[in-house]
């Protein structure tokens, strides 16, 4: 059935009159033309579906060959003016105005990846390709709200705050202005529950810009300033003269929040002959927050407060500083769950292997936080007693190899009683925590510094924040106990095993593993090969970081752990024996989201070797030498190999999906004259690896060993 998309891209059945998510009126669109599923652009990017349409093109959702039809969006240019010189003159501005947003690196920011120029039935386009973000726009979830009669808490909004904050510091910072943030250009990222900001102006205006020069009939040489935000979000002065500030942004952010706070547009809210916010009567916020909220949205702009960092600060200011005591003997008894978070990673040369080469490091804004703050939080675990104690625990379970040093915070030589400061919600959500957290047989030390570790990362803005039992921080100790929750989830996808490990994986059960593993004619490289993608499936965030020194360094051991028994047990290993006489044996099965199969052959050095593979695009392929030194193939989608082989031994063939459901494969491997599997060959001699190489976004276009470009 023909889809119908509304000018934000959301779908919607063909006929009807009113866009499901956002309620937008369907009927005077224009029906779309724009390019079919399935075309291929610049012999790289396949067509998935259109997802937008504005007023100088369509905007499509693609998967991008070169980088194993990893989806992105690809925004049209479609000028009206069809000669040579107006089309080179177009492209040279659109990519010079269009240069400092490919440069902004932050991962809530859709990466700009390129502009090309292709020709279609005669008519010449320009296509702006960033990455595609996954998730629901703030719109879209304000209005599932509203049909259940709800709206955004104070809770909520503050995180929303606290989490898009630091984006803007940082953007304003490379002197870009984003200039039409709504609940619209805000999407809540599936993969992280992280805000991430989209459809900057400034891409608009480069377009407009082009517009007004070429091709418009007697276009002026410099033309006048380009208008842009949406009406009601965008301060006056910029609606009024183009005029924009960091306080810009500030200002339309404030202006979000009432409509996610109350659920209804500005229009509604503000007084068009005083210009006086009238918000308050629909939504009930702490005093705190209202007077920051009233201070971002003041009329004139001098008054409002004129960076991102000045909200922070507002938002989070300086807290109590406790001496530094020794902590009171904590009772057998859980009683308390005390936690800091670990300091930013430092570089480290050991870190994860990349399938492409590491991001450039993300320019940090300048902020009044450091990196060698720690954020320290203090939440309760209400025991029996009804008491609260405050005080720091290291992990000690950690070892010292993995280097994770959650750093000591300051705490209380007291305890206080909490049963007045806490709701009864509260009491029961925590002891909720606890409980499951013991039937789950997560060290308690451990858990604390992963979800501390989990909850900075989403909140950037809290280091050196202490988060009290007062009734001020209930918002952000609920925000610690979701994400608390949403960790014990995915932890429970490891076996009892895997969990009660969790703290104590050192480098020595990488050398144990290798061990394992190398009895049976498999390396680690396939061993970590099956452990990555069963990790980021369910930590899709950590891909491209460098985590193995932090806490979540330890799920991944956990991860890699189990593929370990799923080899060793042969739910995932196989050898491959080819027939009496035969040159070529074939192997098919099923893989579930997220696992891998491991199969060895034995083959000798000279033989020539052809393999086919017939699977779903996501599922990868990794070919390795028996000694583990040469890598034919890694993490592929190449399907086709033919290479004269380097080495005598065992082969391995490492089989993973990245896809969501379940995947049928097909491998046939052919050589020349194969030798029996019972000959004795050389035991793989594993590499010795100082850290575990998990794979990242895949490259563009691998360059394995072998003969098979």
């Known amino acids: 059935m023909t889809k119908f998309y509304c000018s934000k891209g ?39 579906r259109q997802i937008g349409q504005g007023g100088f093109g369509r905007t499509y959702l693609a998967e991008d060959i070169n980088r194993f039809r990893e989806l992105c969006v690809l925004k049209e240019f479609s000028p009206q003016v069809q000669t040579a010189y107006v089309l080179q003159k177009a492209e040279e501005l659109f990519q010079r105005e269009a240069s400092v947003l490919y440069k902004l690196q932050h991962p809530q920011i859709p990466r700009f990846r390129e502009l090309f120029r292709t020709n279609l039935q005669g008519k010449e386009y320009l296509f702006l390709v960033q990455d595609y973000v996954e998730g629901q726009t703030y719109n879209s979830l304000l209005n599932t709200r509203k049909q259940q009669g709800l709206r ?30 709504s609940p619209d250009n805000l999407i809540l990222r599936t993969a992280d529950q992280l805000p991430v ?49 960091p306080h810009s942004d500030l200002y339309a952010l404030a202006v979000t929040i009432l409509v996610l706070l109350t659920g209804k547009q500005p229009q509604e809210l503000l007084d068009n002959y005083t210009l006086a916010w009238k918000w308050q009567q629909d939504a009930s916020v702490s005093p705190m927050l209202a007077q920051v909220l009233d201070k971002m949205l003041a009329p004139r702009p001098s008054d409002r407060y004129q960076s991102a960092s000045q909200v922070l ?10 001496p530094v005591t020794q902590p009171p003997v904590i009772p057998q008894q859980e009683t308390s769950a005390t936690f800091a978070v ?9 870190q994860p292997r990349p399938l492409s080469p590491s991001p450039a490091p993300i320019p940090q804004a300048k902020s009044q936080w450091t990196t060698t703050k720690t954020f320290a939080a203090t939440l309760a675990v209400v025991s029996v007693i009804g008491v609260l104690w405050l005080g720091t625990n290291r992990n000690k379970n950690i070892s010292d190899e993995n280097n994770i040093d959650p750093t000591p915070t300051p705490s209380v030589t007291q305890p206080v009683d909490a049963s007045e400061n806490y709701s ?64 014990l989830s995915k932890l429970s996808v490891l076996s009892n095993q895997s969990r009660r490990q969790l703290g104590n994986y050192t480098a020595a059960d990488r050398d144990r593993w290798k061990a394992a593993v190398n ?43 189990d593929q370990l028994s799923a080899i060793l047990n042969g739910n995932a290993f196989a050898k491959i024996v080819f027939d009496p ?34 699977a779903n695009s996501q599922v990868l392929l990794s070919v390795y030498s028996p000694s583990g030194k040469i890598r034919l193939l890694e993490d592929s989608t190449k399907r086709t190999l033919t290479a004269e082989l380097p080495e005598k031994g065992y082969y391995e063939f490492a089989i993973t999906s990245t896809a969501s459901t379940s995947v049928d494969y097909q491998l046939t491997i052919s050589a020349e004259n194969p030798i029996p599997v019972e000959t004795p060959t050389p035991t793989p001699t594993d590499t010795p690896i100082e850290t575990p190489t998990p794979i990242e976004t895949p490259t563009e276009t691998p360059t394995p060993a072998g003969t098979e470009q």
């Not at 929303?160 to 304003?172: A, T, W």
């Not at 192997?587 to 017939?614: E, R, Y």
Request: charged share 20%; aromatic share 8%.
């Open 581 to 614: 006489e035969a040159t070529s044996k074939t192997v098919s099965g099923t893989l579930k989201p997220g696992t891998g199969k491991v199969f060895i052959a034995g083959l000798a050095k000279g033989q020539t070797l052809d393999l086919n593979l017939k």
């Open 152 to 181: 955004f808490t104070e809770a909520e909004v503050r995180q929303l705050l606290q989490q898009i904050l630091p984006v803007l510091e940082y953007i304003h910072s490379q002197d870009v202005i984003h200039r039409d943030i």
């Open 519 to 561: 009895k049976i004619n498999v390396g680690s490289r396939a061993l970590y090969d099956l452990g990555d993608v069963a990790f980021y499936r369910i930590f899709p965030e950590q891909r491209g970081r460098d985590f193995m020194k932090e806490p979540i360094g330890q799920v991944w051991y956990g991860f890699v752990n």
């Open 424 to 487: 009864p919600e509260e009491k029961q959500r925590k002891e909720k925590l606890s409980d499951r957290r013991q039937e789950l047989g997560i060290d308690q030390s451990f858990y604390v510094n992963l979800v501390n570790q989990i909850f900075w990362r989403r909140n950037p803005s809290l280091q050196g924040r202490t988060l009290s039992d007062q009734p001020e921080d209930e918002s952000l100790r609920a925000a610690w106990d979701k994400t608390a929750d949403e960790v």
């Open 10 to 48: 959301h779908e919607n059945p063909a006929g009807s009159r009113f866009c499901l998510q956002c309620g937008e009126n369907l009927q005077g669109l224009p029906v779309s033309n724009g390019i079919q599923a399935g075309l291929t652009l610049s012999d790289r990017y396949v067509i998935v």
């Open 313 to 322: 600060h507002a938002l989070n200011p300086t807290p109590i500083q406790y």
């Open 342 to 350: 670990a300091p930013s990673p430092a570089n480290n040369p050991t």
């Open 197 to 245: 900001l989209i459809d900057f102006g400034g891409v608009k205006q480069v377009v407009a810009t082009v517009a007004s020069q070429y091709y418009q009939p007697g276009a002026a040489a410099t033309p006048a300033p380009t208008l842009l935000g949406k009406i009601g979000f965008a301060p006056s002065e910029q609606m009024q003269t183009g005029a924009v500030s």
